[in-house]
């Protein structure tokens, strides 16, 4: 079993900066993906970065709309993924949720933390 918390949400202006973080407690070690998905009202959730651990590896994904302006990171001693976004536009307005996978002998099973409120606006 996990469980997600992120941070770090907030109210910016357009151009400006937030970094998310979330921490995940429980069943940490069996984690092979960690990452951050967003959902605006009326809008379907969306992948906005990840990054899987294939081994020793880590292999990280990003959204086409914030590619070049966040920067995910994990760091698996602290058992926390950051998101690290700059140059935030208004349609970066969303609820941001930390996910995780976990793989294991018995099967796989995601976990979702609560979500955080990220605006941007002038």
């Known amino acids: 079993q996990v469980q997600l918390v992120e941070s770090g949400g907030g109210l910016v202006q357009p151009g400006e900066s937030l970094r998310l973080s979330c921490a995940a407690s429980?069943?940490?070690?069996?984690?092979?993906?960690m990452g951050w998905y967003r959902q605006a009202p009326g809008k379907q959730r969306e992948l906005v970065a990840a990054i899987t651990k294939t081994g020793s590896t880590n292999y990280a994904d990003y959204a086409d709309s914030v590619k070049g302006r966040f920067a995910i990171s994990r760091d698996t001693a602290k058992n926390t993924v950051t998101l690290q976004m700059d140059s935030l536009k208004p349609e970066d307005t969303a609820v941001y949720y930390c996910?995780?996978?976990?793989?294991?002998?018995?099967?796989?099973?995601?976990?979702w933390g609560q979500g955080t409120q990220v605006t941007v606006s002038s």
């Open positions: 996910y995780a996978r976990t793989r294991i002998p018995g099967g796989t099973y995601d976990y």
């Open positions: 429980g069943s940490s070690f069996s984690i092979n993906v």
